[in-house]
Every structure is written in C-alpha cells, then in structure tokens.
C-alpha cells in the first residue's frame, strides 16, 4: 500500500458544480497536510493547508480526519480555470520530515 | 522577487552521458529541494539542503546521482551516467528554513525537463 494515495480520476465535472476528492495516508504520525495544484507542464503550487480545524479559502475547503486518516478537498461554484491535478502532501515528523507526494487528481471542469 | 530559476529547461542526451542541472533559490532562503517526477505521479524527493548541508539524502540514489550547494544558495544535480529511467521531470524548490509547514511555503521551480535517448 502507497503511503499517500489519492483517486487519479479524471473527474470530469460540469461548471459551477461542487466537486470534492480525498487523499489517504497510512502513517498515523503524519502531522502536516498541504494541497497543492499542478497545471499541465507547470510545477506544483500550493493552494492550501489542511488545519486540524479544517479550513476554508473561497470557494476552496479542506478537511483532516485523523481517525480515518485522510484529508480531503471541497471546491464550490467549480470554474474552467480550476481544470489542474490537485496533490496532496503529507509531511512525517518521524521520518525526518520526509515529504510524501500523492499521485494526484485530475479535474476537468467542462463548460 | 523572483522565483526559483532552473536551468536548462529542457535536456535531451543519449544514455551513458553525463547531465547537470543547476537550481537559484528564492533570495533568503535556507532550505532547498531536489525533486524527480515522473509523468502521471507526484514529486518524489530526492534530497533536501539545509543551507550547505544535505539533511536528507535518503532517497538519492548515489551510485549516478550527486549533489551539491557548496556556499549555501546555489545548487546542482549531476546524473552519471543517465539511463532511460532517468527520463522525467527535475524540480527545485526552496523555503525559508526547515520543513514545509503553514507558515514556510515551498516554491518550486519550473523544471528541467529530462529525455535519456
């Protein structure tokens, strides 16, 4: 099992739709959890942090669940412009602070 | 400000052949990263600098690839020799100091684009 994993998709979602994705992660100790986008050919940008408390940047949500040890991704009102593949991060403080990457999702928004 | 430079952009050499990419972190930063990705996948680290002192090296693998960042800003990634396998994408990115957390964000670079013929 990856220690970071994440549904490759594409989800193809029609705009102005509300679309949401997870990322799952196996090392209990993980203690830092980050969303960034990569556009095609373009290198990753952060988008946001994932707080205990959960957060929330616009139309953007994240979620943490530490009991079922994912985090998650809630976008609303879904724009063209948000089409990227979105990937998760996971940083371990036991692993030296070894930053492990998910796969990604791929978001098409469609008009 | 200007971001994290790498060059070259793109790279094509035949396997066997030696290659080097060299990375300019954002000005102020202490902490720099050497990143692989492979099309359809994440970053995978390759080796992280604490100023000039490689903290984690853990996934390099040393038998072709080496590193350095000898004065603490600079850095270069040497592959030698480059086999097919090594085609993918090469990323750096820097932060301020320490691990990416909420308050030090990484900033990546554009890549080197790798093709081993």
């Known amino acids: 099992r990856k220690e970071v994993e994440q549904d490759p998709g594409p989800f193809n979602v029609p705009e102005g739709a509300t679309v949401a994705f997870n990322c799952t992660y196996s090392?209990?100790?993980?203690?830092?959890f980050f969303w960034y986008r990569q556009d095609c050919r373009k290198e990753p940008k952060l988008l946001m942090s994932?707080?205990?408390?959960?957060n929330e940047d616009g139309r953007f949500t994240a979620q943490l669940n530490r009991a079922s040890q994912y985090i998650s991704l809630l976008i609303r009102d879904s724009k063209l412009s948000d089409s990227a593949t979105y990937l998760c991060?996971?940083?371990?403080?036991?692993?030296?602070?070894?930053?492990?990457w998910g796969a990604g999702t791929k978001l098409i928004i469609k008009p | 400000e200007a971001g994290v430079v790498q060059s070259p952009r793109y790279k094509i050499i035949e396997k066997k052949q030696p290659v080097a990419f060299w990375c300019n972190p954002i000005s102020g930063h202490n902490t720099l990263y050497w990143y692989l990705q492979n099309l359809g996948q994440g970053p995978e680290l390759l080796i992280r600098y604490e100023n000039e002192e490689a903290v984690d090296d853990s996934q390099l693998p040393k038998d072709r690839f080496s590193a350095e960042r000898l004065k603490g800003v600079d850095s270069t990634l040497k592959i030698q020799p480059a086999e097919l396998g090594d085609s993918a994408v090469y990323l750096c990115a820097s932060s301020l100091r320490g691990p990416p957390s909420s308050y030090n964000e990484q900033f990546f670079g554009p890549g080197t684009r790798l093709t081993v013929l």
């Open positions: 991060v996971v940083i371990s403080m036991d692993s030296n602070y070894q930053l492990i």
């Open positions: 090392n209990s100790a993980s203690q830092s």
């Open positions: 994932v707080y205990s408390s959960g």
